[in-house]
């Protein structure tokens, strides 16, 4: 597959991402939880919901893959970290500075995604799922 091709099925699979980790985000905040946390918790979801969808979507060449699901996943989560902390750093100065991004958080969420996705894809497509050789 192209690396065109591959960037856009991972950006499908992100928006979907997306859907789910504002939703949780929403959910958690009505019932009780401060944006901050609640987004900590919503990343977590996202990022699981994007490590399935990317498994099974976008990089379906085989891999080197872990010996287990959770494993897997784990790497993956691990592998993740360094576009996860440009996202949620993201989110968090921008709701902590602009009564705008804290009115409405998905904003904030939507441009946390952004910093993160070209760091996410790079470390997806180069350490978790380049092909064996």
């Known amino acids: 597959m192209s690396l ?3 960037f856009l099925r991972f950006g499908v ?3 979907a991402g997306f859907l789910v980790d504002v939703g949780v985000l929403y959910a958690l ?3 009780g939880l401060d944006l901050y946390t609640a987004r900590l918790v919503s990343f977590l979801a996202a990022a699981t919901f994007t490590w ?3 498994r099974l979507f976008t990089f379906t ?3 080197r893959r872990a010996a287990s699901l959770g494993g897997e996943w784990a790497a993956y989560i691990a592998a993740m970290g360094l576009g996860g902390l440009v996202n949620y750093g993201t989110y968090a100065l921008l709701i902590t500075v602009l009564a705008l991004f804290r009115a409405h958080p998905w904003l904030a969420v939507a441009a946390g995604t952004g910093a993160g996705l070209l760091i996410n894809f790079v470390t997806a497509r180069r ?3 380049r092909p064996p050789g």
């Open 4 to 6: 065109g091709a591959q």
């Open 13 to 15: 699979v992100g928006a």
């Open 29 to 31: 905040h009505y019932v």
């Open 52 to 54: 399935v969808g990317n």
């Open 61 to 63: 060449a085989p891999a």
């Open 127 to 129: 350490i978790l799922h």
